[in-house]
């Protein structure tokens, strides 16, 4: 299947494929920095966050599963390599084993940050080409993380 296949222009969709597969390697380094605040939390926010990091992962696995199907629905591969998807990030790599507890919020804050405005460019770019059900996608994926941005400010009391 190609762009076309589904009434999009294929050469204005490219720089949409290229900023998805880009997107997607960031989010699966979100997704193991999650899993890794999930598995080594510690401290008095224990039952609290080593849930919140659950529902968060959780959520960025579905994520993660929508963008590379919505990638193949623009008629291309998705990444699947943990090499491109390090490669091609600029969400870096954390080590949470020691990391306390508020640092881990911190680490998450950071990242959705990012994917935010990763998202954003992305709907000027979706805007651009046309691609109404990409846009939809993120727009959705967007809403998700400025709410749970405001949850995660408000547990750590950030302005």
């Known amino acids: 299947m190609d762009a076309k296949e589904i009434s999009l ?3 204005k969709v490219k720089p949409v494929v290229d900023m998805l597969n880009d997107y997607l390697a960031n989010y699966h380094v979100h997704y193991q920095k999650l899993r890794g605040c999930h598995w080594n939390i510690k401290g008095q926010n224990f039952f609290t966050l080593h849930l919140k990091f659950e529902e968060l992962y959780t959520n960025a696995q579905l994520t993660i599963d929508e963008i ?7 008629g291309k591969p998705p990444h699947s390599r943990f090499a491109d998807y390090i490669k091609e990030s600029s969400i870096k790599e954390v080590n949470t084993i020691g990391m306390k507890d508020l640092d881990m919020v911190d680490a998450v804050l950071e990242d959705m940050a990012h994917l935010i405005q990763l998202e954003r460019e992305l709907l000027e770019a979706t805007d651009k080409a046309g691609d109404d059900g990409s846009n939809d996608m993120v727009n959705r994926f967007m809403q998700f993380k400025e709410k749970n941005t405001w949850m995660l400010r408000s547990f750590a009391n950030k302005k």
């Open 68 to 74: 590379a199907e919505r990638v193949l629905t623009l």
């Open 9 to 11: 222009n294929e050469k």
